[in-house]
């Protein structure tokens, strides 16, 4: 959340305007109902919410949730692990884009230190939140020379690199290529000192392309959402927080579902509404971008050449 956007005088939405947790859980046991097999909690920085694992709680029981899951900056995952585990989250995700403390704080613009997310990171590992999931987010001329420093840090069974190829939310960046390390370098970087060898996805719709030592020592991901994107592969919604439903991560518009939960409508009337924005979602923004983008590339390269 850029502090030029969300700074102090930010005026942020009342808390009636926020589901409760008893919408969250209601709108949950109606999406699994209808095949929804994975939920993750994230953000914004969700371990900001007060009483979370009073959430988790009402999460972690529904019938037919096959994986509970939370991402987070891990700022304050260290004191909370504990709880989030008792309460029935079984995975963290932990974004984790350096390990010094100059370009982790230019790369998300906060001021804490890196030191803070290590021990979340070893907090959630203690408690049995293992594997844990650690995003980095990879910029040309910010961060590449972490690459390797990450996998030789977090090379372990313990914890799997999901490396993210820098792309914009909302169209901050314009989708500038020439700040895109591709996935393809960010595996030769690798592989290049620590051998590696594809393996297959765990589950229809993955976004990883998984790689795992040829020593055993655990496996990373790609994550390759310029250069090779899987719109047309994707199977994932969200709910923001005041209720809107979104079929795409970028979407600027999304589907009231609040008032659906606030009015009379039955869980089945609920249950059809979303089956029916699902069937008419067409989403393919990752991939109209990233064709716009090449396309204003080779207008530059056409202007070079005279």
């Known amino acids: 959340m850029p502090k030029e956007v969300?700074?102090?005088?930010?005026?942020?939405?009342?808390?009636?305007?926020?589901?409760?947790?008893?919408?969250?859980?209601?709108?949950a046991t109606i999406a699994v109902g209808r095949g929804v097999e994975k939920i993750r909690i994230t953000g914004g920085e969700p371990l900001v919410?007060?009483?979370?694992?009073?959430?988790?709680?009402?999460?972690?029981?529904?019938?037919?949730?096959?994986?509970?899951?939370?991402?987070?900056?891990?700022?304050?995952?260290?004191?909370?692990?504990?709880?989030?585990?008792?309460?029935?989250?079984?995975?963290?995700?932990?974004?984790?884009?350096a390990l010094d403390d100059a370009t982790f704080q230019a790369m998300n613009d906060v001021e804490f230190p890196v030191k803070r997310v290590l021990e979340g990171i070893d907090a959630a590992i203690e408690v049995g939140l293992a594997p844990i999931k650690i995003n980095v987010v990879v910029k040309r001329g910010l961060?590449?020379?972490?690459?390797?420093?990450?996998?030789?840090?977090?090379?372990?069974?313990?914890?799997?690199?999901?490396?993210?190829?820098?792309?914009?939310?909302?169209?901050?960046?314009?989708?500038?290529?020439?700040?895109?390390?591709?996935?393809s370098e960010i595996v030769s970087t690798i592989h290049s000192e620590l051998p590696l060898?594809?393996?297959?996805?765990?589950?229809?719709?993955?976004?990883?392309?998984?790689?795992?030592?040829?020593?055993?020592?655990?496996?990373?991901?790609?994550?390759?959402?310029?250069?090779?994107?899987?719109?047309?592969?994707c199977t994932r919604a969200r709910v923001s927080s005041d209720g809107s439903l979104y079929t795409c991560l970028f979407a600027s518009t999304g589907h009231d579902l609040r008032a659906l939960l606030r009015g009379?409508?039955?869980?089945?009337e609920i249950g059809n509404a979303l089956d029916a924005i699902w069937?008419?979602?067409?989403?393919r923004y990752s991939e109209l971008r990233a064709n716009a983008a090449e396309g204003e590339e080779r207008v530059e390269m056409s202007h070079i050449g005279g």
């Not at 009402?58 to 899951?69: A, E, K, Q, V, W």
């Not at 069937?279 to 989403?283: G, T």
Request: hydrophobic letters at 40%; one cysteine or more.
């Open 6 to 27: 969300f700074g102090r005088d930010h005026q942020f939405l009342e808390r009636e305007e926020l589901l409760s947790f008893e919408e969250i859980a209601r709108l």
């Open 49 to 97: 919410r007060r009483e979370l694992p009073k959430l988790i709680s009402m999460l972690s029981p529904i019938p037919g949730l096959l994986d509970l899951t939370l991402t987070t900056n891990g700022s304050l995952l260290a004191a909370q692990a504990r709880s989030l585990k008792d309460a029935g989250l079984r995975r963290i995700t932990v974004s984790l884009d």
């Open 143 to 183: 961060n590449e020379h972490a690459i390797l420093e990450m996998a030789r840090r977090f090379r372990s069974h313990a914890t799997i690199l999901r490396f993210i190829e820098y792309m914009d939310v909302g169209s901050t960046n314009h989708w500038r290529l020439d700040e895109v390390v591709p996935a």
């Open 197 to 233: 060898e594809p393996i297959g996805p765990l589950y229809v719709g993955e976004v990883a392309q998984r790689y795992r030592y040829k020593d055993g020592s655990g496996e990373i991901g790609v994550i390759s959402s310029v250069t090779q994107p899987f719109c047309q592969a």
């Open 264 to 268: 009379p409508a039955s869980d089945i």
């Open 279 to 283: 069937r008419l979602r067409d989403d």
